[in-house]
């Protein structure tokens, strides 16, 4: 999974598609390790906008509390955008809405981690 990261302001903004899943989980994950290196206190803010994604299944969301721990641990800040419903269901269902600070939509994300 290919990962091309947009500049918005100093916040870094990644937007993966379709699915992460069994097949998809290592090739995310390997694309978004080098993102979470910078995204620590003094860093760029990641801004992660779902809305290409249809599906995630528990080894994404495994991925993404590996993550989510780093970059924590780190002082940094990344956020959830824009939901598909099914996915949006999945966080739900798992619990892991609080886990993450999810937004309707890109811009309301960008809004609250650039406040």
Same mark, same amino acid.
């Given at each position: 999974?290919?990962?091309? /990261?947009?500049?918005?302001?100093?916040?870094?903004?990644?937007? /993966?598609?379709?699915?992460? =899943?069994?097949? #998809?989980? =290592?090739?995310?994950?390997?694309?978004?390790?080098? #993102?979470?290196? =910078?995204?620590?206190?003094?860093?760029?803010?990641?801004?992660?906008?779902?809305?290409?994604?249809?599906?995630?299944?528990?080894?994404?969301?495994?991925?993404?509390?590996?993550?989510?721990?780093?970059?924590?641990?780190?002082?940094?800040?990344?956020?959830?955008?824009?939901?598909? /419903?099914?996915?949006?269901?999945?966080?739900?269902?798992?619990? $892991?809405?609080?886990?993450?600070?999810? $937004?309707? =939509?890109?811009?309301?994300?960008?809004?609250?981690?650039?406040?």
């Amino acid at each position: 999974m290919e990962l091309q /990261p947009i500049q918005e302001g100093r916040t870094i903004v990644l937007s /993966p598609t379709g699915r992460i =899943d069994h097949t #998809h989980a =290592d090739a995310f994950k390997l694309a978004l390790d080098p #993102h979470l290196a =910078d995204c620590r206190k003094d860093g760029a803010p990641l801004v992660l906008d779902f809305s290409g994604v249809d599906y995630i299944s528990s080894i994404g969301l495994r991925a993404l509390m590996v993550a989510v721990k780093q970059v924590k641990a780190q002082g940094g800040r990344m956020v959830l955008a824009a939901l598909q /419903p099914l996915v949006h269901e999945v966080f739900t269902i798992s619990r $892991f809405d609080l886990l993450f600070e999810i $937004f309707p =939509d890109r811009v309301s994300a960008l809004a609250a981690v650039a406040a």
